[in-house]
């Protein structure tokens, strides 16, 4: 009948309506300082990242760590990660425990390990050699921040619980790849990249998109090449033209498996969106 169809529109707009105005409604009866899109701080971290972005280098390859003492950290971080600053923080689902356990307090190995170039801290917990942010925030370097695509030279660890294994060596060398036997490809034998780790061998980024990347390496001799990139992506790789797999190191970072020294052609990429990725 004509009626019950125009009870039913009815309904249904009352329906989308309601949906649509509950957030702003209990932001205003809250307060209205709590509603993201008018909080003074947040318009401040805009401001704020717009103006350290021109100042640094190498957004693209590192990331970055807004302090838990820093008021509404987590507000602010997505707020910087507008401005192209990577987080360590980003992609942590509410179902991933062990990435959460890792990275949302890591230790300085594992900042480290992940990449945090740079961290935001309070004025309080100021330490020599800070920079002013600007009054009330200081801006952290950490010099020892390993970049998005690395060469590792030994350092491999075969363990049962790689996640276990960073969080319990908080001061020790990230030049590191904590792995799974069951991950490691056929033809990897860890013995052959066991042993302290170093830096083995150069990398010359030619690319370096979201997703894709395209590096020339010059190895020392059999190694790693990191990407600090989570696995979950289905990143791919091929190595002097042939597809290479890529297996899951550290917890949430993926490598490749260089098997002799000299020079290398890698290309790097996962499935972009719908629309395509860079």
């Known amino acids: 009948p004509r009626g019950h169809r125009g009870a039913f529109a009815a309904a249904c707009a009352l329906l989308l309506f309601a949906t ?131 060469f590792l030279s030994g350092g491999l660890h075969v363990v049962a619980d790689p996640v276990e294994h960073l969080r319990q060596r908080g001061d020790a060398s990230p030049l590191r790849a904590a792995v799974r036997k069951g991950h490691l490809p056929a033809g990897v034998d860890p013995t052959a990249l066991a042993g302290p780790g170093r830096l083995g061998g150069a990398v010359k980024l030619r690319r370096n998109g979201r997703t894709r990347l395209e590096a020339g390496i010059e190895a020392e001799g059999p190694g790693l090449l990191i990407l600090n990139e989570d696995p979950a992506a289905r990143w791919r790789a091929t190595l002097d033209g042939r597809p290479t797999p890529m297996f899951r190191v550290n917890g949430y970072q993926t490598a490749l498996y260089i098997p002799a020294a000299g020079p290398h052609e890698v290309r790097i990429e996962r499935p972009g969106r719908l629309f395509g990725g860079s």
């Not at 003074?40 to 990331?63: C, I, K, N």
């Not at 600053?85 to 980003?90: K, L």
């Not at 740079?118 to 004025?123: F, L």
Request: hydrophobic fraction near 45%; charge should be neutral.
């Open 20 to 150: 649509a105005w509950t957030p702003f409604r209990h932001n205003i009866r809250f307060d209205y300082h709590d509603a993201m899109l008018f909080h003074p701080d947040r318009v401040q971290a805009h401001a704020d990242a717009t103006a350290l972005a021109a100042r640094l280098e190498g957004l693209d390859r590192y990331r970055f760590l807004m302090a838990d003492s820093v008021d509404n950290a987590h507000l602010l971080t997505h707020a910087w990660t507008l401005h192209g600053f990577r987080s360590i923080h980003g992609g942590i689902g509410p179902t991933e425990y062990a990435k959460y356990m890792l990275l949302s307090q890591a230790n300085p190995m594992v900042a480290a390990l992940y990449g945090v170039r740079w961290s935001i801290w309070p004025d309080a917990d100021a330490r020599a050699g800070d920079q002013a942010l600007r009054p009330g925030l200081v801006l952290r370097t950490h010099g020892e921040a390993l970049p998005r695509l690395f």
